[in-house]
C-alpha cells in the first residue's frame, strides 16, 4: 500500500505531520491526498462531517457540495468521473438505498476518474431507522469494499481506494461505522497529489447501460471480481499475524482492535477488504490452526462467504448479529467457545438512572404543529428527522414512519385505501422535503389524494447538526446562492390550498391545520420558523412563572419543553410549574396556551 507522507521542515529535516482526527475527518484528508476534484453528499449521521471537512480545503483544489439526496450526490460523482477527474459521494448506510439505482448501473460502466463511495453504517443504530450492512450491498453490486480499523487506516484506504477504482474500472466503497467514524486519534497525514486529468472517454459502448451494452459488460464485471481478489492477497492489504496455532481469528474494521485487546496471543489474518475474498490467503490461515473464529460486526457476511468456500470456521454462535461489538461481548464471545476463561464480574451497583426521555428542543418550532395535529385527532404519517420525536409523550401525535420522503405517499395510501374516518395528514421537514418529498406531492396532486401535507420548515437541516440545503440559500462552503421558494414549489406541483404560518404562532396554526383538512383535496400547510439552535442558538428574553396564578393545569406540559419543570409547591392536589431561565429561548408558546394567564416575561 501506498505510504508517501507529507513533511515538514524540522532544523533542516523532513518530520511527518500527525494530528488528532476523526475517522470522518481522516476519510477527507485520504481524498484529499489523493487528489479528489469533486466531492459531494447528502448529510447522514455517521457520515457528515466527511463533506464538511472536504468544505474546509481550499475551493481551487477541489469542489465540494450538499446535494439533495444521496442519488443526486452519486450521479454528480459520476458525472465528474465521466469528465476525467477523481470523484467522491459520501452517504449513510440507508443512503446507500437511495443511490443504489445509479450504482447498479454504475458497476457496469466503470469509471474514468476514480469514483470514491464512502458508506457509513451505524450498528447500534444510534441515529438510523435500521441497521442494514453495507457489506451485503457491494455483493449484490460486485462492487469492493475497504474496511479501515481505525482513522490512520482511514485516510490510508481512501487514499489507496482511488488507486483500486482507476486500476480495476470500478467504484469502490469504503465502509466505515460509527464508532471508526467519531473516534479521534492520531493520524500521519500526507502532501495532496494531483491526478492526472484524463478528459471524457469517448466510449458510448461503455458509458450508456443499454442492454446490448450491458450483456457485454456483465462477464468483464464478473472477471473483474476475480481479479480484486487476487489483488486483495496483498500482504499490505490482508496482513498475517502468526502466533498460537491452536486460535485463529479472521476480521476486518473495527472488530479488528477489540480482538488485538481481548485476544493478544491469537493468531489473526486482518483483511483490508471485505469483499472479494482472498480465498487462498484465507484456505492458508485456516489449514495452519486448529480452530478459526469470524469477528465482524452485523450480518455473517464474511463468515458466509468462507464456509460457502468450504472452509471450517465459527463465528455467529458465538458473536451478536445485532447491535456494535466492543471488547466486553468480544471476550464474552471467546468465553462462550471455551477460549477464554470467564472473567470475575466486579460488584454490581444498583443504580437507576433517572429517566430522560428524548425531547425537542426548549422552544422547537415543530412543537406548535404537533399539538395542533394532536387535537385534530388526524392519522399521521411522519417522516424522518428531530420531529420524529413527537411519536412519543407528551406530543404523540405521529402513526408512522418509514423513511425519507415516505410520509406524503403514505398518507396517499391511507387515503386511497378507505375507510378511515379522521383526518389523514403528512409531516415532513424542509430538507426531507426537497430530499424525497416532492415526487409523492406531485404524485398526491396526480392523483387527487384527499391529505394535508404540513412542511416542517426551520430553515436548516437540522437532526444532523445544521447543514444547509437548496432551501436555505447557500452552500456548503456558506457562499450566497439561489433559495428554493417553498410555497412557489408546491404551487408549481399544483396544489391550489397553500398557507405559509408562523411556527410560533399557536392561534393560527391550529386554524390553519382545522381549515386544511376541511379542504378536498391535496392542502398544504408549511410551518415557518428557524431552528433555534442551527446556525446559531436563537435566545430572546426568558419567561417565568407567576406562582401564585399557576392553577397546576398542566397545559404548558404537554408541550413537552424541557424548559418547563415541576415544583414541590401544590395547588388542589398537583405540582405546581416552573420555568428554568437559564434554558429557556422566550419563544411565549407556553404563555399562549396557559389559561390562567400566569406565564410573563421574566422581572429579572
Given at each position: 500500500?501506498?505510504?508517501?507522507l507529507?513533511s515538514?521542515?524540522?532544523?533542516?529535516?523532513?518530520?511527518?505531520?500527525v494530528?488528532?482526527?476523526t475517522g470522518?475527518?481522516?476519510i477527507?484528508?485520504?481524498?484529499y491526498?489523493?487528489?479528489?476534484?469533486?466531492?459531494?453528499?447528502?448529510?447522514?449521521?455517521?457520515s457528515?462531517?466527511?463533506?464538511?471537512?472536504?468544505?474546509?480545503?481550499p475551493?481551487?483544489d477541489?469542489?465540494?457540495?450538499?446535494?439533495t439526496?444521496?442519488?443526486?450526490?452519486?450521479?454528480?460523482?459520476?458525472?465528474?468521473?465521466?469528465?476525467g477527474?477523481?470523484?467522491?459521494?459520501a452517504?449513510?448506510?440507508?443512503?446507500?438505498?437511495?443511490?443504489?439505482?445509479?450504482?447498479?448501473?454504475?458497476?457496469?460502466?466503470?469509471?474514468?476518474?476514480g469514483?470514491?463511495?464512502?458508506v457509513?453504517?451505524d450498528p447500534?443504530?444510534?441515529?438510523?431507522?435500521?441497521?442494514q450492512?453495507?457489506?451485503?450491498?457491494?455483493r449484490?453490486?460486485?462492487?469492493?469494499?475497504?474496511e479501515?480499523?481505525?482513522?490512520?487506516?482511514?485516510l490510508?484506504?481512501?487514499?489507496?481506494a482511488f488507486?483500486?477504482?482507476?486500476r480495476?474500472?470500478?467504484?469502490?466503497?469504503?465502509?466505515?461505522?460509527?464508532?471508526l467514524?467519531h473516534?479521534r486519534?492520531?493520524v500521519?497525514i500526507?502532501?495532496?497529489?494531483e491526478?492526472?486529468r484524463?478528459?471524457?472517454?469517448?466510449n458510448p459502448?461503455?458509458n450508456?447501460?443499454?442492454?446490448?451494452?450491458?450483456?457485454?459488460?456483465?462477464?468483464?464485471?464478473?472477471?473483474?471480481?476475480a481479479?480484486?481478489?487476487?489483488?486483495?492477497a496483498?500482504?499490505?492489504?490482508?496482513?498475517?499475524e502468526?502466533?498460537?496455532?491452536a486460535?485463529?481469528v479472521?476480521?476486518?474494521g473495527?472488530?479488528?482492535?477489540?480482538?488485538?485487546?481481548?485476544?493478544?496471543?491469537?493468531?489473526?489474518?486482518?483483511?483490508?477488504?471485505?469483499?472479494?475474498?482472498?480465498?487462498?490467503?484465507?484456505?492458508?490461515?485456516?489449514r495452519?490452526?486448529?480452530r478459526?473464529?469470524?469477528?465482524?460486526?452485523?450480518?455473517?457476511?464474511?463468515?458466509?462467504?468462507i464456509?460457502?468456500?468450504?472452509?471450517q470456521?465459527e463465528?455467529?454462535?458465538?458473536f451478536?448479529?445485532?447491535?456494535?461489538?466492543?471488547?466486553?461481548?468480544?471476550r464474552?464471545?471467546?468465553?462462550k467457545?471455551?477460549?477464554?476463561?470467564?472473567?470475575?464480574?466486579?460488584?454490581?451497583?444498583?443504580?437507576?438512572?433517572p429517566a430522560?426521555p428524548p425531547?425537542?428542543?426548549?422552544g422547537c418550532?415543530?412543537?406548535t404543529?404537533?399539538?395542533?395535529?394532536?387535537?385534530?385527532?388526524?392519522?399521521?404519517?411522519?417522516?424522518?428527522?428531530?420531529?420524529?420525536?413527537?411519536?412519543?409523550e407528551?406530543?404523540?401525535?405521529?402513526?408512522?414512519c418509514v423513511?425519507?420522503?415516505?410520509?406524503?405517499?403514505?398518507a396517499?395510501?391511507?387515503?386511497?385505501a378507505?375507510?378511515?374516518?379522521?383526518?389523514?395528514?403528512?409531516?415532513?421537514?424542509?430538507s426531507?422535503?426537497?430530499?424525497?418529498?416532492?415526487?409523492?406531492l406531485?404524485?398526491?396532486?396526480?392523483?387527487?389524494?384527499?391529505?394535508?401535507v404540513?412542511?416542517?420548515?426551520?430553515?436548516?437541516?437540522?437532526?444532523?447538526?445544521?447543514q444547509?440545503?437548496p432551501?436555505t440559500?447557500k452552500?456548503?462552503?456558506?457562499?450566497?446562492?439561489?433559495?428554493?421558494?417553498?410555497?412557489?414549489?408546491?404551487?408549481?406541483?399544483?396544489?391550489k390550498?397553500?398557507?405559509?404560518?408562523?411556527?410560533?404562532d399557536?392561534?393560527?396554526?391550529y386554524?390553519?391545520?382545522?381549515?386544511?383538512?376541511?379542504?378536498?383535496?391535496?392542502?398544504?400547510?408549511?410551518?415557518?420558523?428557524?431552528?433555534?439552535?442551527?446556525?446559531?442558538k436563537?435566545?430572546?428574553?426568558?419567561?417565568?412563572?407567576?406562582a401564585?396564578?399557576?392553577?397546576?393545569?398542566?397545559?404548558?406540559?404537554?408541550?413537552?419543553?424541557?424548559?418547563?419543570?415541576?415544583t414541590?409547591?401544590?395547588?388542589d392536589?398537583?405540582?405546581k410549574?416552573?420555568?428554568?431561565?437559564?434554558?429557556c429561548?422566550?419563544?411565549?408558546?407556553?404563555a399562549?396556551?396557559?389559561?390562567?394567564?400566569?406565564?410573563?416575561?421574566?422581572?429579572?
Amino acid at each position: 500500500m501506498d505510504q508517501v507522507l507529507n513533511s515538514s521542515e524540522t532544523a533542516g529535516h523532513p518530520q511527518p505531520t500527525v494530528r488528532p482526527l476523526t475517522g470522518n475527518e481522516a476519510i477527507a484528508q485520504g481524498a484529499y491526498e489523493a487528489g479528489v476534484k469533486v466531492a459531494a453528499a447528502y448529510p447522514g449521521t455517521p457520515s457528515t462531517e466527511i463533506l464538511e471537512t472536504l468544505s474546509t480545503y481550499p475551493a481551487e483544489d477541489l469542489h465540494a457540495q450538499w446535494s439533495t439526496n444521496e442519488k443526486v450526490a452519486l450521479d454528480v460523482a459520476i458525472g465528474a468521473s465521466f469528465a476525467g477527474v477523481r470523484a467522491l459521494a459520501a452517504m449513510k448506510h440507508v443512503g446507500l438505498n437511495v443511490a443504489s439505482d445509479a450504482l447498479m448501473s454504475l458497476t457496469y460502466i466503470g469509471v474514468n476518474g476514480g469514483l470514491v463511495i464512502v458508506v457509513c453504517d451505524d450498528p447500534g443504530i444510534h441515529s438510523s431507522q435500521n441497521e442494514q450492512d453495507t457489506r451485503l450491498f457491494c455483493r449484490l453490486a460486485l462492487v469492493p469494499c475497504l474496511e479501515p480499523s481505525d482513522a490512520q487506516e482511514a485516510l490510508e484506504y481512501t487514499r489507496l481506494a482511488f488507486d483500486i477504482s482507476e486500476r480495476f474500472d470500478a467504484p469502490v466503497i469504503v465502509r466505515s461505522t460509527t464508532r471508526l467514524s467519531h473516534t479521534r486519534s492520531l493520524v500521519t497525514i500526507g502532501a495532496r497529489r494531483e491526478a492526472v486529468r484524463r478528459g471524457f472517454a469517448e466510449n458510448p459502448n461503455k458509458n450508456v447501460m443499454i442492454p446490448s451494452n450491458a450483456r457485454v459488460r456483465h462477464p468483464q464485471i464478473i472477471q473483474r471480481e476475480a481479479d480484486l481478489a487476487a489483488y486483495f492477497a496483498d500482504p499490505d492489504i490482508t496482513s498475517r499475524e502468526d502466533n498460537d496455532p491452536a486460535i485463529g481469528v479472521i476480521t476486518a474494521g473495527t472488530p479488528y482492535t477489540y480482538v488485538k485487546e481481548v485476544l493478544p496471543g491469537a493468531s489473526v489474518l486482518k483483511l483490508g477488504a471485505s469483499y472479494p475474498l482472498p480465498m487462498d490467503v484465507i484456505a492458508d490461515f485456516c489449514r495452519d490452526h486448529e480452530r478459526v473464529f469470524v469477528v465482524e460486526e452485523l450480518e455473517p457476511a464474511i463468515e458466509k462467504d468462507i464456509k460457502a468456500a468450504g472452509l471450517q470456521v465459527e463465528g455467529k454462535s458465538f458473536f451478536p448479529r445485532t447491535g456494535e461489538l466492543s471488547p466486553e461481548l468480544v471476550r464474552a464471545g471467546f468465553e462462550k467457545a471455551g477460549i477464554l476463561e470467564p472473567k470475575e464480574q466486579a460488584e454490581q451497583w444498583a443504580v437507576t438512572p433517572p429517566a430522560r426521555p428524548p425531547v425537542l428542543c426548549s422552544g422547537c418550532p415543530h412543537t406548535t404543529s404537533y399539538m395542533a395535529l394532536r387535537a385534530l385527532n388526524g392519522r399521521v404519517a411522519g417522516d424522518i428527522g428531530c420531529y420524529t420525536l413527537a411519536a412519543i409523550e407528551p406530543l404523540r401525535s405521529i402513526d408512522t414512519c418509514v423513511s425519507m420522503g415516505s410520509s406524503i405517499a403514505n398518507a396517499v395510501g391511507m387515503a386511497k385505501a378507505g375507510g378511515e374516518t379522521r383526518p389523514i395528514l403528512a409531516t415532513i421537514g424542509d430538507s426531507t422535503f426537497m430530499h424525497a418529498g416532492i415526487p409523492p406531492l406531485i404524485d398526491a396532486v396526480y392523483n387527487d389524494a384527499n391529505i394535508t401535507v404540513v412542511i416542517l420548515d426551520n430553515h436548516i437541516t437540522a437532526m444532523t447538526g445544521g447543514q444547509d440545503h437548496p432551501g436555505t440559500g447557500k452552500t456548503l462552503r456558506g457562499d450566497q446562492t439561489h433559495r428554493v421558494d417553498f410555497e412557489q414549489m408546491v404551487r408549481a406541483c399544483g396544489v391550489k390550498w397553500v398557507r405559509k404560518i408562523d411556527g410560533y404562532d399557536v392561534a393560527g396554526m391550529y386554524q390553519a391545520l382545522r381549515e386544511a383538512a376541511a379542504y378536498r383535496g391535496v392542502a398544504v400547510v408549511i410551518s415557518d420558523r428557524p431552528c433555534v439552535l442551527d446556525p446559531i442558538k436563537i435566545k430572546g428574553p426568558p419567561l417565568e412563572v407567576r406562582a401564585e396564578g399557576c392553577t397546576a393545569c398542566q397545559m404548558c406540559m404537554n408541550l413537552g419543553c424541557p424548559s418547563l419543570v415541576w415544583t414541590n409547591e401544590m395547588y388542589d392536589g398537583h405540582h405546581k410549574v416552573k420555568i428554568n431561565q437559564a434554558m429557556c429561548i422566550g419563544c411565549t408558546l407556553c404563555a399562549q396556551i396557559c389559561p390562567s394567564d400566569c406565564i410573563q416575561p421574566s422581572m429579572q
